[in-house]
């Protein structure tokens, strides 16, 4: 069964620090992975997604890496704004199996100081 | 503006009762998912649906119903034999099949158990 860990549960910068946030799967036959940020209270807004033949994806300020064979996913944040203060949620979903299934992890929420 | 809906924004329910969440999407989506998130967790897959009149049982579904009648709604019922209904319900949709299959959330319901 896939198993989704992010570690830190919780990360505190002060606004302006370049940041990474870790996400590691257990299965590495995945066909994506794919980051959210969720607000408190709020839904899950899609950030980022990588399938897996690819290495990277980026947007503006947010780069997401991925390592199928050491089943690891990194989110980076560049000049880190108090904006960006939420949980971040990775998701894969594998490559076998209904397209129904996505496993999430549990989250890191982040804090940006001003 | 495409996108999901989801009312109430927060509910009530006494023991024993029913209660009936509703989801809306006008992204022409033909698959719908309903999530549960509780505090501190990722978010765990209660019922799906690829396509009207069809749905599958998630990992969570005791105690829980849904219909799928229009490919724009599909609603979700907590039932009085689901133990512990009290979390943040989540609904999202995405194009279903081993395409992008990039998942949207709506904002979601909070439960309260009275």
């Known amino acids: 069964k896939q198993e989704v860990t992010q570690i830190p549960a919780a990360l505190s910068v002060p606004e302006g620090e370049n940041l990474v946030l870790n996400c590691s799967f257990t299965?590495?036959?995945?066909?994506?992975l794919q980051w959210f940020r969720q607000d408190p209270g709020k839904g899950l807004t899609s950030l980022l997604l990588?399938?897996?033949?690819?290495r990277e994806q980026t947007s503006g300020r947010l780069n997401a890496s991925l390592d199928k064979s050491s089943g690891r996913s990194t989110l980076y944040i560049a000049a880190s704004q108090p904006g960006d203060s939420a949980t971040y949620l990775c998701?894969?979903?594998?490559?076998?199996?209904?397209?129904?299934?996505?496993?999430f992890g549990s989250g890191t929420q982040l804090t940006v100081l001003p | 503006d495409g996108g999901i809906t989801q009312s109430p924004k927060y509910l009530f329910r006494k023991e024993g009762q029913n209660v009936t969440l509703s989801c809306e999407q006008n992204l022409n989506h033909d698959a719908m998912y309903w999530y549960r998130q509780d505090p501190g967790q990722g978010l765990r897959l209660i019922y799906y649906s690829q396509i009207v009149n069809d749905f599958q049982k998630g990992d969570i579904a005791e105690g829980y119903s849904v219909s799928r009648e229009k490919k724009e709604s599909f609603p979700l019922t907590v039932t009085s034999a689901q133990k512990n209904p009290t979390a943040f319900y989540l609904c999202?949709?995405?194009?279903?099949?081993?395409?992008?299959?990039?998942?949207?959330f709506g904002p979601g319901t909070r439960l309260t158990v009275l």
């Open positions: 999202a949709s995405s194009i279903p099949g081993e395409s992008l299959n990039e998942q949207f």
């Open positions: 990588i399938q897996s033949s690819q």
């Open positions: 299965d590495s036959a995945i066909y994506n």
């Open positions: 998701a894969v979903k594998l490559r076998t199996g209904s397209a129904r299934q996505l496993t």
